[in-house]
Structures are given as C-alpha cells and as structure tokens.
C-alpha cells in the first residue's frame, strides 16, 4: 500500500510562492492518479490539483487555476504543488493523496491513500 508524506508547508506572505512535495513509498507515484487537496478550519476539504494516472494531464480548482502548478517526477517517486501569487484564502492543510481508480477525479471520496497534511499559512 503505498504511503505518502508532504513537506514545504510554511508561512508565506500574500504574493509569495511555495513548493509542496509528496513522497510516496510502497507504491509508484506514476500509477496512480495523484491529487492535492486542501482544508481551512472549519470548511471541508477541497479539491486543488490533480494528474492524471501513466501520463501529465493535470487539472485545476478554478481558485488557484494559472497560479498553481502540479507536476510528478517519477525517478523521485514524488509529486510536487508549485503554489505562485499565493492569497491568504490560500491559507489550509494541504495534503496529498493517490487514487487506486484509473480516472482522474476532483471528489475526494475517490482516493484511498493520503497524507498527514502540511500546514500553508498565507499572511496578507
């Protein structure tokens, strides 16, 4: 079963940039579908990236479409959440999370494995 662990959390001021990493162990990263998603206190969870299982197709939450970025490096068995112009309603728990479906889905319920989170604070 594979196990993943984020990093680069931090606090971060308004129109400032962080890169968030997933390392996976006990699976590969490129046979799963790969998906971010975060959460503010007291709101759900919501879908922020995702990319799609073999390939690169990635998809986008409107909220963060042309600011952030997903990508996948398979020789480090790692995915990453490149996060530009960041906004303090960017502030949550961001975690990652890999899909045992061979689609891509923006619904959390659709992914098995996750992480512990890491904490992004956005300070304006």
């Known amino acids: 079963q594979v196990q993943l662990v984020e990093s680069g959390g931090g606090l971060v001021q308004a129109g400032g940039s962080l890169r968030l990493s997933c390392a996976a162990s006990?699976?590969?990263?490129?046979?799963?579908?790969m998906g971010w998603f975060r959460q503010a206190p007291g709101k759900e969870r919501e879908f922020v990236a995702v990319?799609?299982?073999?390939?690169?197709?990635?998809n986008y939450a409107e909220s963060v479409k042309g600011r952030f970025t997903m990508s996948r490096d398979g020789a480090k068995n790692t995915v990453y959440l490149q996060m530009n112009s960041l906004k303090p309603e960017d502030t949550a728990v961001y975690y990652c999370?890999?899909?045992?479906?061979?689609?891509?889905?923006?619904?959390?319920?659709?992914?098995?494995?996750w992480g512990q989170g890491t904490q992004v604070t956005v300070s304006s």
């Open positions: 999370a890999a899909s045992d479906f061979p689609r891509s889905s923006i619904r959390a319920v659709m992914y098995q494995h």
């Open positions: 006990g699976g590969t990263v490129t046979n799963y579908v």
């Open positions: 990319i799609s299982r073999f390939g690169s197709t990635t």
